[in-house]
């Protein structure tokens, strides 16, 4: 069993969060467009805070995904701040990927 799954956010509930949500991908505009899970949304980190209202209005929940799980961190624990409650880190967006397409 994966540390993921023993804190509950395993690829079990990143699946169920990814039938409902939405997934913002927080990696740089290039790394987008080299890859990138099917109808996500590209917000890099640091267009996050000016993004903020946009992303309350946002179908939930939502799912975080970058190349770094400490990018992802910092932007959930942003947004957390800011009172979005259902967010969840999906870790890579390859990860995201594969876990969508199993849907």
């Given at each position: 069993?994966?540390?993921?799954?023993?804190?509950?956010?395993?690829?079990?509930?990143?699946k169920?969060?990814?039938?409902?949500?939405?997934?913002?991908?927080?990696?740089?505009?290039?790394?987008?467009?080299?890859?990138?899970?099917?109808?996500?949304?590209?917000?890099?980190?640091?267009?996050?805070?000016?993004?903020?209202?946009?992303?309350?209005?946002?179908?939930?929940?939502?799912?975080?995904?970058?190349?770094?799980?400490?990018?992802?961190?910092?932007?959930?624990?942003?947004?957390?701040?800011?009172?979005?409650?259902?967010?969840?880190?999906?870790?890579p967006?390859?990860?995201?990927?594969?876990?969508?397409?199993?849907?």
């Open positions: 069993m994966s540390i993921l799954s023993i804190l509950g956010i395993g690829n079990g509930k990143i169920e969060a990814l039938k409902r949500g939405t997934v913002i991908d927080v990696r740089t505009a290039s790394e987008f467009d080299q890859g990138k899970v099917r109808d996500s949304i590209n917000i890099p980190t640091d267009r996050i805070s000016i993004n903020l209202q946009r992303i309350r209005q946002m179908r939930k929940p939502i799912i975080i995904c970058s190349n770094s799980d400490s990018e992802s961190e910092k932007v959930i624990g942003f947004l957390k701040a800011n009172g979005i409650k259902e967010i969840y880190n999906g870790g967006w390859a990860r995201v990927l594969k876990i969508a397409r199993s849907i």
